[in-house]
């Protein structure tokens, strides 16, 4: 769990001492046993007790708000190859040219009275149900790449039993609140049916919620069905059960593809995460402020267009805004820009009184090194203080977003787990303020022993089952492991340790057949 045991208290020069002559067993073991008694155990999504920074004043994001008005009403956004889009629009009052939209001042705004500040995601334990919007920030894994890498093999392309393995990682994860979507592409499935696959593998490997296939309006139907069966008809069509990701075509587009899965999902009452996909100096400004602009623009119509479709719709504002290398055009991460739209955005969305969306533990590196951790928490930290509500890809990713790696995935699932504590402030209890503590050792003596301490000290800290924290000789004693090492021990473990939720055995036979007889219709296609 996020609180462990503190161990190996010893202190001065004859406790160096002893720690320097330990065996090889020591500080592993004790490692091994964090590890295995916190895996498996699910912390709460948080309910964050600190508050907001916000990096803009109310004059600027009122500057960024008209900007916006002014690009909606006299630049618009294309729809394309979809004429019931336009339909709709044009029914709403907006004006058509072609496949731009044009809306006048206010439009979108009214639109998105109907969508709710804050909506519950039901898994299928209801102990992992999830809050998304308020105070609350719900973790979910890396999404999408089409590579893994891990220590032994290197980097290579993704299997879907390598997506079953991050499903199952992300179930033991005890700070992951989410199974999240595609973890990772397994390309030695056909394209058009690898969405059944990994679905079951959410449903069946996990009892987390999970997000739903966005890459065919068809696809889209299938998660769907695949939701009905395992929660019931009735009760899909009146809760939300999935969450699924749209992205805007940025600069000011969005494709037929996009807005297919979006009309399926919002008209079924399940939740779209609204993102425009921003690396800023090539599709949006250079400038922070004009790259809000066209944040606020695209995802406020994405959103609208929700609403359009079904009214009450739950809907996140969300970005992904990274930055280019200005000589490579290479993306760029954990760089301060990014940052400040992450917090910038977040402000705008919560004065559309809406979820958020946004971070994550992104970074460029290809390897889980220095970089790759400096990079994730210079985006962890802004995610967090920005009240972020959804928070994707924040384990695994590696490279940019093209390799989804095993060892990181569990570095990462350690930040998160500090994270969770950090977001829940200062204990202001009787016990938190410690005045018996202070009482009881009085000046000049040390706290190890008091009853305060024996009393709180299994939770009082943190404690990694990465991080080593111990002299260097047992440090070079138990072979001198680098922290990707550890971790590749982890995840490992984690595996090893593994048990299934149970599911209803009805449940999985007709998941089971439905997946069969929708691979079975139709041919394998590869693009």
């Not at 948080?46 to 009403?73: C, M, Q, W």
């Not at 994270?419 to 938190?432: H, K, P, V, W």
Request: hydrophobic share 40%; proline share 5%; charged share 20%.
């Amino acid at each position: 769990m996020s609180d462990e045991l503190v161990e190996g208290l010893d202190t001065g020069a004859q406790g160096q001492e002893r720690r320097g002559r330990r065996g090889s067993g020591g500080a592993e073991a004790r490692r091994a046993k964090r590890s295995s008694r916190g895996a498996g155990l699910s912390l709460p999504f948080i309910d964050r007790k600190i508050g907001v920074f916000n990096v803009v004043s109310d004059e600027g994001l009122e500057l960024i708000e008209a900007n916006a008005d002014k690009v909606l009403e006299e630049i618009g956004i294309e729809f394309r190859d979809d004429p019931e889009a336009l339909e709709l629009w044009k029914g709403a009052g907006a004006d058509i040219d072609g496949e731009r939209v044009r809306f006048p001042k206010g439009l979108v705004r009214e639109l998105l009275k109907t969508a709710p500040a804050q909506f519950t995601q039901y898994a299928r334990n209801p102990a992992r149900n999830v809050e998304i919007g308020g105070n609350n920030t719900v973790f979910a894994p890396v999404y999408g790449p089409p590579f893994i890498a891990n220590l032994d093999e290197g980097r290579r392309y993704a299997t879907i039993e390598d997506f079953r393995n991050f499903v199952k990682l992300a179930y033991m994860a005890p700070a992951m609140h989410h199974s999240g979507g595609t973890l990772c592409e397994p390309v030695d499935i056909a394209v058009n049916k690898r969405h059944l696959d990994m679905l079951y593998a959410h449903m069946r490997f996990s009892d987390k919620p999970y997000m739903g296939s966005v890459t065919h309006p068809e696809r889209a139907e299938d998660t769907v069905s695949m939701a009905k069966l395992m929660f019931g008809d009735e009760f899909v069509d009146n809760n939300c059960v999935t969450i699924s990701l749209i992205n805007a075509n940025s600069p000011l587009v969005f494709d037929s593809t996009m807005l297919g899965a979006l009309k399926v999902y919002a008209r079924a009452g399940q939740a779209t995460v609204i993102s425009p996909f921003i690396l800023a100096g090539a599709m949006s400004p250079v400038t922070v402020a004009g790259t809000l602009t066209q944040i606020l623009a695209e995802a406020s119509v994405g959103m609208a267009f929700a609403q359009l479709c079904r009214p009450g719709a739950p809907v996140v504002f969300g970005t992904f805004a990274s930055s280019i290398s200005m000589q490579t055009g290479a993306p760029t991460f954990g760089t301060p820009e990014p940052a400040l739209v992450l917090f910038g955005a977040a402000a705008l969305a919560r004065r559309l009184n809406v979820p958020f969306r946004s971070g994550g533990s992104l970074c460029a590196s290809k390897v889980p090194d220095a970089q790759a951790a400096y990079e994730s928490m210079q985006t962890m930290w802004p995610t967090i203080m920005a009240g972020t509500n959804f928070v994707l890809h924040s384990a695994g990713w590696l490279e940019g977003g093209l390799a989804s790696s095993y060892e990181k995935f569990v570095m990462d699932c350690d930040q998160l787990a500090m994270l969770q504590r950090f977001s829940s402030g200062i204990d202001l209890t009787e016990n938190g303020q410690a005045l018996s503590a202070i009482e009881e050792v009085g000046p000049g003596s040390h706290y190890l022993g008091c009853a305060h301490t024996q009393a709180n000290f299994e939770s009082a800290f943190y404690r990694s089952p990465l991080a080593d924290n111990g002299s260097f000789e047992q440090w070079e004693a138990e072979g001198s492991l680098r922290i990707e090492q550890r971790a590749n021990t982890l995840y490992k473990r984690w595996l090893n340790d593994y048990e299934a939720p149970a599911i209803d055995p009805g449940v999985d036979e007709a998941l089971t057949e439905f997946v069969e007889r929708k691979k079975a219709s139709m041919p394998d296609a590869f693009a």
